[in-house]
Nanobody
Framework: QVQLVESGGGLVQAGGSLRLSCVAS????????IGWFRQAPGKEHEFVAH????????YYADSMKGRFTISRDNTKNTVYLQMNSLEPEDTAVYYCAVSSAVRPTRNEYGYWGQGTQVTVSS
């Protein structure tokens, strides 16, 4: 079993930046693809980005390309999401999740964190 804890959320003005962290328990962290998702009020869960176990591949949703960067430090069991040029539309609860698949679909993420709130003011 894997436990995930997100942090780094908060209130930021439009155009600002935040870096989210996701710390995972368990020794198998290095074997997982890690993804970030978000959910805004009244909206469905939305994919943000994922990173493969050795950081050899990253993938982003179109609206995040060029603004968000996902990275990981396997020595710290931690994945990061650097978010720049934030917009009010980025306001959401951000979740990290793990999957044993290399290029997982939404349903292939087996463990999820509790989320961290990001609020972007205009």
């Amino acid at each position: 079993q894997v436990q995930l804890v997100e942090s780094g959320g908060g209130l930021v003005q439009a155009g600002g930046s935040l870096r989210l962290s996701c710390v995972a328990s368990g020794r198998a962290f290095i074997s997982y693809t890690i993804g970030w998702f978000r959910q805004a009020p009244g909206k469905e869960h939305e994919f943000v980005a994922h990173i493969t176990r050795d950081s050899s591949s990253t993938y982003y949703a179109d609206s995040m390309k060029g603004r968000f960067t996902i990275s990981r430090d396997n020595t710290k069991n931690t994945v990061y999401l650097q978010m720049n040029s934030l917009e009010p539309e980025d306001t959401a609860v951000y979740y990290c999740a793990v999957s044993s698949a290399v290029r997982p679909t939404r349903n292939e993420y087996g463990y999820w964190g509790q989320g961290t709130q990001v609020t972007v003011s205009s």
